[in-house]
């Protein structure tokens, strides 16, 4: 064969190879994956899809991971133990299971807000701790705060960033992001223990009526934990399960019938035709709270200006910016 005969074949398999190879989806840009971040291929898979930052850290120190958007079951199966709480005769937890869709990925911060973070706010905050606790309270997630200065810190963190915006999550959000793609009790399984949470572990779950109470695993806990001081979800999120409940946006009502998109709960509050007070949802239980109320699907409701408990606090989310 000559030589320009085999030029030209080459020239035309290289053609056909370049022809083929622009035919294939191109590998979407690498993602940078800070050291502190745990995702999952999701996660990152998400990020590629946005060219968006699977991660990031503001100005303050806060960080946050992206959430995917994704179709779920919201609510829990009726075999499911707890579904009443500790208290059925004075509490409904309204678990209904319905698919609900979140058509938009968001970000959610890794941990609650903390002391530190927050006392940047609200320098006079009163902090229910002893008077012994030195800097390792900065560390902890704040508490003692409404509904109402929760939104405000949101909106003044926004002002300290000037390329995103944060709010408090919808009840939707908050339990999308604390299953992580999980449908047992608990997004690390069916059960719970006192190296996985900070809760009443005393108690066992699923609940024994017949049984009295575990020893305590140590002195009782009067206070919060650090954040972080347990192993997060399978999307990098700590403690969405005990230290402290924490504050969503909703009004409480009754999951309404059927599929939703976007769920943001009630428009107004539900209750002012009743001569009550509005009711704001809280999730995720807190250091003094029962096992069964730690579950990814309980629901509790708080006047929304509760700011007396030392258990309730709250973790922003960011929207994932406009393009």
């Known amino acids: 064969m000559g030589i320009v005969k085999r030029a030209s074949i080459a020239l035309v398999l290289l053609a056909f190879l370049g022809v083929a190879a622009c035919g294939k989806d191109e590998p979407g840009p690498a993602v940078e994956i ?64 319905h698919r609900v869709t979140l058509s938009r990925a968001f970000y959610v911060q890794i941990n609650e807000a903390t002391v530190g973070t927050f006392a940047k706010f609200a320098p006079q905050h009163r902090y229910a701790y002893p008077a012994d606790v030195t800097n390792e309270v900065l560390e902890h997630p704040i508490s003692q705060v409404d509904w109402a200065t929760a939104r405000s810190f949101a909106a ?59 020893p305590l695993d140590g002195p009782r806990r009067p206070w919060t934990k650090r954040v972080r001081s347990y192993e997060p979800n399978p999307w990098g999120l700590y403690d969405m399960h005990g230290n402290v409940w924490e504050w969503c946006a909703d009004w409480y009502q009754r999951y309404p019938p059927g599929p939703a998109t976007d769920p943001t709960g009630p428009p107004t509050d539900p209750w002012a035709s009743r001569q009550r007070p509005g009711l704001r949802i809280t999730r995720g239980g807190g250091y003094g709270s029962h096992p069964e109320m730690l579950r990814s699907a309980y629901r509790k409701h708080w006047h929304p200006k509760v700011a007396g408990s030392t258990d309730v606090g709250f973790r922003l989310v960011s929207p994932l910016p406009e393009k």
């Open 156 to 214: 003044w963190v926004g002002t300290q960033d000037a390329k995103r915006t944060y709010r408090l999550p919808t009840e939707a959000e908050w339990e999308y992001a604390c299953r992580a793609g999980t449908a047992t009790p608990f997004s690390f399984g069916a059960t719970i223990s006192a190296a996985k949470a900070a809760y009443e572990d005393q108690y066992s779950y699923p609940h024994d009526e017949s049984q009295p109470p575990l």
């Open 34 to 97: 800070p050291s502190w971040a745990k995702v999952a291929p999701e996660q990152i898979a998400e990020a590629k899809k946005h060219g968006a930052a699977v991660a990031f850290e503001n100005d303050l120190g806060m960080r946050f991971v992206l959430i995917p958007a994704e179709t779920f079951t919201m609510g829990s199966p009726s075999t499911e133990a707890g579904r009443e709480g500790p208290f059925p005769e004075r509490e409904s937890s309204n678990e209904t299971p």
